[in-house]
Every structure is written in C-alpha cells, then in structure tokens.
C-alpha cells in the first residue's frame, strides 16, 4: 500500500524557517515524481512544488519561488521542503503526494506563521 508521512510543521515567526519531511513507504521516490501542496481553511488544494524523479528538475509557484527549495534522500525514501523566510501568507497544512495521485497524500502537518 502507498503512503506518506508528512512531518516538520510548526508555529514560527514570519522570517523564520522551517524543514518539512515527507516519508514515503509502498514506492520509491527514486523513481515517482513528487508535490508538496498546501490548503488552508475553505480553500482547494494548492500546489507548492513538483521534484522530478528522473531529471531532479524541481519547479515552484511563483509564491514561493527563492524562498523555498526541494530535496530528497532516496535511502531514507524521504522528501523535503525547506522554507525560508516564511510569511503569514504560508501559513496552511501541507501535504506531498506522488504527482499523479494527489489522493495519496498523507494527513498533512500544519504550518502556522504568526507575530
């Protein structure tokens, strides 16, 4: 069965940063293309970033590009997005799934950027 673990989130000021991890298990990200996505309270799904698995190309929305930056270890399975520089504006739960089934994503872990 496919799953992740999404963990890292927490309650920063705007300016700090913050790592979250994403633990895959039931496939490789060696080989899938992954997506952080985020959603806050009455809002869709939003995507963040993708991690091409085969041309480690990364891509970024524009309201996040230059403060966050995508990484992974494929022995430990796991993904990362490393924020900096965060804003109230981030503030959401965020989830990563495997770019063709955003269903798989996992329960999420909430980042709160608050003064």
């Known amino acids: 069965e496919e799953q992740v673990v999404e963990s890292g989130g927490g309650l920063v000021q705007p300016g700090e940063s913050l790592r979250l991890s994403c633990t895959a298990s039931g496939f490789s990200i060696r080989d899938t293309d992954m997506v952080w996505l985020r959603q806050t309270p009455g809002k869709g799904l939003e995507w963040v970033s993708t991690?091409?698995?085969?041309?480690?190309?990364?891509s970024y929305s524009n309201s996040v590009k230059g403060r966050f930056t995508l990484s992974r270890d494929t022995a430990k399975n796991t993904l990362y997005l490393q924020m900096d520089s965060l804003e109230i504006e981030d503030t959401a739960v965020y989830y990563c799934a495997p770019a063709s089934r955003w269903s798989t994503r996992g329960q999420g872990t909430q980042v709160t950027v608050s003064s």
């Open positions: 991690f091409r698995a085969r041309s480690l190309d990364k």
